[in-house]
């Protein structure tokens, strides 16, 4: 039974290690013109569904096994709604020194950030990190001067795929993923903020399936 659904690049990718058993991810990436953190998430989905092994310092080789399709079609059908957690967010005005407060207190790694319920921005470690550094009295500015602005942000909504989130996490190298729903601000399309989907999440994810394995 093979009802799985693989993206084209996939497909290239299998074919390549079939015809150049063991490749490494830097050979692959060089075959399709693009980058290794490009890779990563298809060689991810490829290796953890049984296709391909990747075997340690050699590369990968063709290994698909039986039952791949039915733990890539589980795998599918695991929505963002089933594992996001709740997200921390402040409001535009918050200063930063509170918003790092905020951060720490709630051990994350991204203060999502609105103005009037609606999602306008995201602030990381890295983000605070930047400007405690840069001599800035972080006690009068607010976060909204530092963060990352819509539509700049990545985010996923609740019928996505929890492969979909892990998938963007991993191509935009960001820590955690706003859940929104669409709504009107006005006459503009806007966004409210009703979870968030992290590494840890998604980690948490794996942990479970190994369990249930």
């Known amino acids: 039974m093979d009802t799985i659904k693989l993206t084209p690049r996939q497909e290239e990718i299998i074919r390549l290690v079939k015809e150049n058993p063991p490749i490494t ?5 060089e075959r399709l013109n693009v980058t290794r953190a490009a890779l990563r998430p298809d060689l991810a989905i490829l290796t953890m569904t049984g296709i391909l092994e990747a075997r340690p310092k ?6 698909k096994k039986p039952s791949y399709s039915l733990i890539y079609d589980y795998i599918r059908n695991i929505k963002v709604a089933d594992i996001m957690s709740n997200p921390v967010v402040v409001d535009e005005g918050t200063s930063i020194y509170d918003a790092i407060v905020h951060l720490f207190l709630n051990d994350v790694g991204t203060l999502f950030v609105q103005n009037n319920g609606y999602l306008i921005g995201a602030a990381s470690r890295k983000d605070f990190l930047k400007i405690a550094m840069g001599g800035t ?44 729903e669409r709504a ?5 399309e806007a966004f409210t903020i009703v979870g968030k989907v992290s590494k840890t999440n998604i980690t948490r994810l794996f942990v479970k399936l190994g369990e249930n394995g």
């Not at 991810?25 to 990436?29: D, G, P, V, Y």
């Not at 050699?58 to 290994?63: E, F, K, L, N």
């Not at 990352?148 to 795929?161: G, L």
Request: glycine share 4%.
């Open 58 to 63: 050699v590369g990968y080789i063709y290994s």
């Open 184 to 188: 009107f601000d006005g006459s503009k």
């Open 25 to 29: 991810s830097e050979a692959l990436a």
């Open 137 to 180: 009295d972080i006690h009068k500015v607010p976060v909204g001067i530092i963060m990352t602005r819509m539509p700049n942000i990545v985010y996923i909504e609740k019928e996505d795929s929890a492969y979909l989130a892990a998938q963007r996490i991993i191509e935009h190298e960001v820590d955690s993923l706003p859940v929104v």
